[in-house]
């Protein structure tokens, strides 16, 4: 639960997870008490309490999402029922420490994915005939009642996540081509629908919102919200930020770019770079790493065109304008996975690891960099590169 007095777990007989129940756990005067919570009559499977196996039988990882969510009160809990066929669902069950609670369907689904609790009783689920042909979907617990709440029948959900404030509730709507993958809201107050990136679901707006084709490290067809979109929260203020090619058509792929949303309102994107390329991979900006300064006024990335370890991987700085702030290698580099960060707060400078020979942790002529922000020119903090020496920044104060 949310407060963490209350825990739960699923438990069963069964090496392949085919029957089990879900249990409580809270205090008892210093002693945990357990308790069986669901009590089912038969054998029933649970999908994995988290993201990934989501069957039984399931040793890979899931691209759908979170299986199981507990009510805001802890009171309650919701979890996919699992077969032992990894593309076949039941339904999920909605438990409430009634015994052998009843199973939720939705006509014609065998996919379910991505559960929530928008609050303490509605719960949003998505559910369809495959995974690539899904709809969300919210269950009224004091009603017994399923709705849809969306009708385009083609979701295949990326993600969810919350505001911090939990008045909104997020997830990125892709489909089977991955020819979109936009963020959407859910208000937990009315339970509307908002775009923040995309034209879906809302009507349109001015600025138009920018709608999104992949995420910003590669054109990869199954963008993660905190990879490849990098979707960042500021550690002060309203304002969450991600990096990601708006669609532009035809199939093509543009420039990655940096976009900011405010995330405790549901807050339309707005793109903060101006990158505007278009054409093959080889020829378009990835960007990584994004970082965020401890007083969420200052942006950092790593920047490259095209992915060969032979390009120049560059740092840049966003406050109210774009400057780069490494020195570029005609011959290439390659800035450290997670190793830019600001120093000091509020911030005075940024501080990376850079080397060559790889595209994401490089294996040659590491060492450690610091740039001031007022002047862009990196200096040295290490000494002269070592062939076996390799660095990473953990953290600065």
């Known amino acids: ?57 399931a040793t ?88 849809a709440r969306t009708s385009v029948g083609d979701i ?27 963020i959407v809201a859910v208000s937990r107050k009315t339970g509307a629908l908002k775009d923040i990136t995309g034209n879906e679901f809302s009507a349109p707006s001015v600025p138009p919102r920018p709608v999104l084709h992949t995420g910003a490290i590669d054109t990869t067809n199954d963008p993660w919200p905190m990879l490849e979109m990098q979707i960042r929260r500021a550690p002060v203020g309203d304002f969450a930020y991600f990096a990601a090619r708006r669609a532009v058509g035809g199939g093509a792929f543009e420039d990655a770019n940096v976009f900011r949303f405010d995330i405790e309102n549901g807050g339309q994107a707005e793109m903060l770079t101006n990158n505007t390329t278009t054409g093959p991979l080889s020829a378009i900006k990835q960007i990584e790493s994004l970082t965020i300064s401890r007083d969420g006024s200052h942006l950092a990335w790593a920047q490259r065109v095209g992915t060969s370890a032979t390009s120049s991987e560059d740092v840049f700085h966003f406050h109210t304008s774009l400057r780069q702030m490494s020195a570029s290698n005609p011959s290439g580099q390659t800035i450290t996975d997670g190793s830019i960060w600001f120093t000091c707060d509020p911030p005075n400078g940024i501080v990376w690891s850079v080397g ?30 070592v062939s076996n020496r390799f660095y990473q920044v953990l953290g600065t104060f």
Request: net charge negative; with cysteine.
């Open 1 to 57: 639960s949310r407060d963490g007095e209350v825990a739960y777990f699923p438990a069963g007989t069964s090496t392949t997870r085919t029957e089990m129940d879900v249990y409580r756990v809270t205090d008892n005067g210093g002693t945990p008490l357990v308790t069986n919570f669901t009590r089912f009559a038969q054998q029933t499977g649970l999908a994995e309490f988290g993201f990934s196996a989501i069957t039984p039988a």
């Open 60 to 147: 890979t990882d899931s691209p759908d999402g979170i299986k199981c969510a507990v009510s805001p009160d802890g009171t309650k809990l919701a979890v996919l029922a699992a077969t032992t066929t990894n593309t076949v669902f039941p339904g999920l069950f909605v438990c409430t420490g009634a015994p052998n609670p009843a199973l939720i369907t939705v006509p014609g689904a065998t996919y379910y994915s991505e559960v929530t609790f928008l609050s303490d009783t509605k719960v949003l689920f998505f559910a369809g005939p495959s995974r690539t042909a899904q709809d969300l979907y919210e269950y009224d617990v004091d009603a017994g009642a399923v709705t």
């Open 156 to 182: 295949v959900t990326r993600g969810q996540f919350w505001s911090l404030n939990k008045h909104w509730w997020y997830f990125i709507r892709s489909d089977a081509a991955s020819t979109v993958n936009n």
């Open 356 to 385: 060559t020979g790889s595209t994401s942790v490089p294996l040659n002529s590491t060492r450690i960099q610091w740039a001031a922000l007022s002047t862009s020119n990196p200096l040295p903090l290490t000494g002269p590169a």
